[in-house]
Nanobody
Framework: QVQLVESGGGSVQSGGSLRLSCVVSGYTYSKYCMGWFRQAPGKEREGVARIKYDGSNIWHADSVKGRFTIGRDNAKKTVYLQMNSLKPEDTALYYC???????????????WGQGTQVTVSS
């Protein structure tokens, strides 16, 4: 059974930092593209960052570029999202997801975690 478990969310003030982690079990993690997505209340889910299985093909959304960094440790079957200079508009439920290819659309991702809440206050 495939499982993705996120952690690291929380409440911070504007300008603060958080590091999200997503631990994967149940499949050949190292062969999958991993992505981070977020969904704020009343808004559609949007892609935040993604990284190919070999650490290449890294992409960050324009809204987080220069502030967030995605990384992965295949030995630990973990993908990370380092979030710095957080803004109130970053408040959302953050999900990690896996797919065989680094798709741009969330619907193409096969496996999803349960999400971790990030709340940024001004």
């Amino acid at each position: 059974q495939v499982q993705l478990v996120e952690s690291g969310g929380g409440s911070v003030q504007s300008g603060g930092s958080l590091r999200l982690s997503c631990v994967v079990s149940g499949y050949t993690y190292s062969k999958y593209c991993m992505g981070w997505f977020r969904q704020a209340p009343g808004k559609e889910r949007e892609g935040v960052a993604r990284i190919k299985y070999d650490g290449s093909n890294i992409w960050h959304a324009d809204s987080v570029k220069g502030r967030f960094t995605i990384g992965r440790d295949n030995a630990k079957k973990t993908v990370y999202l380092q979030m710095n200079s957080l803004k109130p508009e970053d408040t959302a439920l953050y999900y990690c997801a896996a797919a065989d290819v680094c798709y741009t659309t969330s619907s193409r991702y096969t496996y999803w975690g349960q999400g971790t809440q990030v709340t940024v206050s001004s």
